[in-house]
């Protein structure tokens, strides 16, 4: 005998659709006006650090933010109703991200200057990062992760020998430059040697002797090549990665739109859809 779903049942499965499901017109349209509220959630956050901004318009900026925070409160609710294992998402990453986002304007009514803790709504947009679970963006972020865990090796071992590199250096610039230079310590001469290689050069130490100055000199040449190595080799990955699928960039699946399917596929990949022409 077939069961028959209560509307309770029925709300549920719809919720679900909606809210978990990226693949759906509805989902698509929940997760733009998502995507809309994050950014101007955090764009509010930083307005109310503006003083002359925020004390001209501070009640405005207060009734949006209490806008917000009703819909994603309702959103959180929903996510933990609609699923048949709640505790599953209340205790995952992006679940306890959107718990503390929605705490602190619900604080202000418990702790006096409790508003110091509204900078943690910020942390809603970490959950920017679902977009890459998009089918629009499915494929090229399981190509970057690829990319990225390939070459993971490659790169420890590089950060291991940038590592050494900066202590050796750190611990000769203080010798060679000393106390009077600014070079207090060794952790001050490593300090000095990682703000030079990463091109950032704040100024607050640098060496006055001719051989400081001439060390300096080589460690800004090495960090041009330091910052381009990572990059090279990620890069390497993603283009050893992609020539493993042929790409058809003229007949895109008419589901998602990826273009990175074998040349032999009959379904897509990534949304299921048939890739009969």
């Not at 009077?180 to 060496?207: E, K, M, N, R």
């Amino acid at each position: 005998m077939q069961h028959i779903k209560s509307k309770y049942e029925r709300f549920k499965q719809h919720t679900y659709i909606i809210i978990y499901g990226t693949s759906t017109k509805a989902g698509r349209i929940f997760d733009l006006v998502l995507l809309g509220l994050i950014l101007l959630s955090v764009l509010l956050v930083m307005l109310e650090t503006v003083a002359n901004f925020n004390f001209k318009y501070h009640f405005e900026l207060v009734f949006l933010e209490w806008i917000i925070t009703v819909f994603f409160t309702i959103e959180y609710a929903l996510r933990i109703l609609s699923i048949n294992r709640p505790w599953k998402y209340i205790f995952s990453f992006y679940g306890i991200i959107d718990f503390l986002a929605i705490l602190p304007m619900y604080l202000t009514f418990i702790f006096v200057g409790s508003n110091v803790f509204t900078v943690v709504r910020s942390l809603r947009l970490l959950r920017l990062f679902k977009i890459v679970n998009h089918p629009q963006f499915h494929s090229q972020s399981v190509q970057l992760k690829q990319a990225i865990n390939a070459s993971k090796g490659k790169i420890v071992v590089f950060i291991y020998f940038v590592l050494i590199i900066t202590i050796l250096i750190g611990s000769i610039m203080y010798v060679v430059e000393g106390e009077q230079s600014g070079f207090t310590s060794i952790p001050a001469g490593i300090y000095w040697t990682i703000v030079t290689l990463t091109t950032v050069g704040y100024g607050d130490i640098s060496p006055v002797t001719p051989l400081g100055q001439f060390i300096a000199s080589l460690v800004m040449i090495l960090g041009y090549g330091i910052i381009a190595v990572p990059t090279g080799i990620v890069t390497a990955e993603i283009a050893k990665s992609h020539q493993k699928t042929i790409p058809h960039p003229e007949t895109p699946c008419p589901g998602c739109g990826t273009d990175d399917y074998p040349k032999n596929a009959r379904f897509c990949h990534n949304c299921g859809h048939s890739l009969n022409k």
